[in-house]
């Protein structure tokens, strides 16, 4: 054990100071006359992308996103993942992981939904505590993220999430605290918004009065990257670490502000303490290794991922097509088909040791001699990227001007740059680059090159202007929300010839995370003959399975969507192939919900999400049998945007208005908000089907014991044919509430695997927490004498099962 005291009494002040921020993107300065090494992070949760920037570097395992593990229900999964993942935190010379992330899925329509688990805060917090364990069972800190209001990516840096304390406690709340009281997390991260009215960075209330004194946190609080926003407010408020570095508000500023009495020197030593503790934790303050990262492809890590990926699978729809008879032809059509849609946008992007298509999945299990393949139609949201080698040329300044200070060769036409930027070599502040790549037309036409920049823009194709973003640059919802809309200019091509390319980037003044970029494409529009001939490919097949959805460029950090409808043709290709080939099959790859137009005429629906880079092994596994779609929803799918609770006249509550967004939802988040209302899903939360079936029966609800904890039990029957999984989901409602309540809320669930014609006895313990609500009066928890509904089902829709208790009222501790 470090003697942390004597450590902190042998440090100068400005020594404390310097471990309060980053000296670089991803790392905490050494003490080297103390002997404390240097404490390195990586961004996850999906995997360890390293000190790389957003594109290349050291190749990583791409885990199952967030809503994935989400659906799988399971938290032993999720432990499974987490243990994984400090495997590959440490391959990176790490000691921290950025991860996970539990922010409520309130809106559809939240880019970021794809990280996160789910929208109900107790599915949530079982899988936080799960993946948490895990990770830091290999002594890798976790850093639960993002707390708390952040449900939206609009102006996220700047906005006011205005939630009233009991909203705040019954649903945004509770992941944190499991992770803190159950799971002793060893980090949070603070959100980059404000919670009524003060950054979260620099609320007193949520990171002293609530975390460390409600709660008993001990471990570190840092901002998001760039989220800190001022020196005395913030440590004063209990942000113990300033990130990125090198530092912005501290080092300087903050030896001024105690000098100046605005903070003191106690304060400073107990945020120092916590770091300590936390590179005690990991091992961080003894680590004087040389700084190496490694891309180590276990086989282990390749069988978890494709066996989560199988388990997160929800089979929504299915008339006995599946599983998919393994003889036959098969047409395989889609824009999801051929290209590996493995993971969302953002922070989470890292470079896959590989990916697996669902196209080659089914062939290396059905022979490509028995597959047809359509494209049908595109789904992209910019234009394709130029998969070429490509350099960069960097100048100081930001006029283009002499010759350039460093050249850099990149895999594509994309561009990302945090400091340090070219190695270093120029001001990152002030520089500019010219992109040089090639590219070769397959066929002749109009194409359509597009352009976003976090910076000025233009793009020549030999020779021409073709793009200009430069004198009328506008600031959109790219890049983080640094970047501008996709500028879309045409040009005319000839088939078989190679054109050169250059784009030119100048940096522009940042409003808040410094991150210039460049991004160039070129495509071609889908068209209604492409729709055509995918349909007649359906037509000569046994079966068509159709691979539609989003990508990462839709489902990413930064910005929303603007509804759940499928980008592009993608509704019209699916009834398209649907309408000439009876036994289609729909295979939806998505960070969210979708409206599905197409329903009826699908035989079968299976939601896969972004599985990792075993997808297309993973989704075969599941079509074919040989893995049982054992997912279960763990966000609503409404028929139509407008049925979510966000979707409202009002833009004060989403997207927001004014600097603010009001959750005036409250507690009637997901499942619950269509409870309230009556509206019927398109699927409903916790539904998903197998290749087995389950009967319930025997609900037993026992007496109260003295500490009002409650036990359920009942039986399960595998009454399929073959072996299966099934969720049974424990739902509480208040019958004689006073204050308003949801019909149900999940309080247990189970994942049980059963043999056909095998029965188990389950039970669960509904402790008195489970009974009550937040009186933001007595700012206690409240239980009130009355009865209480228990509902045992297979969804928040299919209840199976009912009983009730009678409770005594009680005040509960914090």
């Not at 080659?360 to 394709?384: H, I, K, M, T, W």
């Not at 200019?489 to 390319?501: N, P």
């Not at 007595?778 to 009983?803: C, I, K, N, P």
Request: hydrophobic content about 40%.
């Amino acid at each position: 054990m470090i003697d942390t005291k004597a450590l902190l009494d042998n440090m100068t002040l400005a020594e404390q100071v310097s471990l309060l921020s980053g000296d670089t993107f991803w790392s905490l300065p050494p003490i080297d006359r103390l002997g404390i090494g240097r404490l390195r992070l990586t961004d996850g949760p999906n995997g360890a992308r390293g000190a790389g920037s957003f594109v290349g570097g050291v190749t990583a395992a791409a885990f199952p996103v967030g809503i994935a593990i989400g659906a799988s229900w399971n938290p032993d999964l999720a432990k499974e993942i987490g243990s994984a993942l400090g495997d590959e935190v440490l391959s990176k010379g790490a000691h921290v992981s950025l991860a996970p992330t539990v922010n409520i899925q309130r809106s559809v329509t939240n880019g970021r939904n794809f990280e996160c688990f789910s929208e109900d805060p107790i599915l949530t917090a079982e899988l936080a505590v799960g993946y948490i364990e895990g990770l830091q069972s290999k002594k890798v800190g976790a850093t639960i993220k993002h707390f708390v209001g952040n449900e939206s990516e609009i102006e996220r840096t700047t906005i006011s999430s205005d939630i009233d304390e009991r909203t705040l406690r019954e649903v945004y709340l509770i992941p944190f605290e499991a992770a803190v009281k159950r799971a002793k997390v060893w980090a949070v991260m603070s959100s980059y918004n404000k919670l009524n009215g003060t950054y979260t960075a620099e609320s007193h209330w949520l990171l002293n009065e609530v975390l460390r004194g409600d709660w008993g946190f001990n471990g570190v609080v840092m901002s998001d990257w760039f989220g800190s926003r001022s020196t005395a407010p913030t440590v004063n408020a209990g942000l113990d670490l300033e990130m990125p570095g090198p530092t912005r508000d501290r080092g300087s500023k903050l030896l001024a502000a105690v000098e100046a009495g605005e903070t003191s020197a106690e304060t400073i030593r107990a945020c120092v303490h916590n770091i300590l503790t936390l590179m005690e934790r990991t091992g961080a303050i003894n680590d004087h290794r040389e700084f190496k990262e490694y891309a180590i492809n276990r086989p282990e890590h390749r069988a978890l991922i494709r066996r989560a990926g199988a388990e997160s699978a929800v089979l929504l729809q299915n008339d006995g097509i599946l599983p998919l008879a393994q003889q036959g032809t098969v047409a395989i059509i889609g824009p999801n088909a051929k290209i590996a849609q493995v993971m969302g946008g953002g922070s989470a992007q890292l470079n896959p040791h590989y990916v697996v298509s669902p196209w080659q999945g089914l062939v290396d299990a059905l022979g490509e001699e028995n597959l047809f393949y359509a494209r049908g139609c595109s789904n992209y949201r910019f234009q394709p990227l130029i998969e070429n080698p490509t350099t960069f040329e960097f100048f100081q300044g930001r006029e283009l001007a002499g010759e350039p200070v460093k050249v850099v060769e990149e895999p594509s036409s994309l561009g990302v740059w945090l400091p340090p930027v070219a190695e270093g070599t120029v001001d990152p502040h002030r520089f500019s680059a010219r992109m040089r790549t090639t590219f070769r037309a397959s066929e002749a036409g109009v194409y359509r090159v597009g352009l976003t920049s976090a910076g000025l823009g233009r793009v020549y194709v030999d020779g021409k202007l073709v793009v200009d973003a430069w004198a009328s640059w506008t600031r959109g919802t790219t890049f983080f929300e640094e970047g501008c809309e996709e500028v879309v200019g045409d040009v005319t091509l000839e088939a078989g010839r190679t054109y050169e390319v250059v784009a030119e980037y100048a940096r522009h003044d940042h409003v808040n995370l410094y991150i210039a970029a460049i991004r160039v494409g070129i495509g071609r529009f889908s068209a209604e003959a492409e729709i055509a001939e995918a349909a007649a490919v359906a037509a000569k097949a046994d079966h068509a399975v159709v691979f539609v959805g989003r990508t990462g460029d839709w489902d990413t950090e930064g910005s929303d969507l603007r509804g759940i409808a499928l980008p592009g043709l993608q509704n019209q290709l699916v009834e398209a192939v649907i309408a000439a080939n009876p036994n289609t099959i729909v295979v939806l790859q998505t960070g969210g919900p979708v409206e599905m137009p197409w329903l009826s005429g699908a035989r079968a629906v299976l939601q896969c999400w972004y599985p990792g880079q075993e997808a297309g092994n993973a989704i075969a596994d599941v079509l074919l049998g040989k893995a049982e779609p054992s997912g279960r929803l763990a966000q609503t799918f409404p028929v139509r945007w407008a049925d979510n609770p966000t979707h409202t006249e009002d833009d004060a509550v989403y997207p927001g208005k004014d600097g603010h967004v009001r959750y005036d939802e409250g507690v009637f988040v997901g499942y619950r908000h269509y409870d309230r209302l009556r509206i019927k899903p398109l699927f409903p939360f916790g539904h998903g089907l197998g290749y087995s079936r389950f009967a319930m029966s025997d609900l037993t609800v026992e007496l109260p014991d003295a500490a009002g904890a409650v036990t359920v039990t009942l039986g399960l029957t595998n009454i399929g044919e073959r072996p299966g999984s099934a969720v049974v989901q424990i739902y509480v409602g208040d019958v004689e509430a006073s204050v308003p309540r949801p019909v149900k809320e999940l309080k247990a669930f189970s994942k049980i695997a059963l043999e056909p014609g095998e029965k188990r006895k389950i039970s669960f313990v509904l402790d008195a927490r489970t009974f009550a609500f937040f009186d933001t009066t007595e700012r206690r928890w409240q239980v009130e004498t009355g009865e209480f509904a228990v509902m045992a089902g297979f969804s928040a829709t299919d209840v199976r099962l009912s009983g009730a208790v009678t409770q005594k009222g009680a005040v509960l501790a914090l």
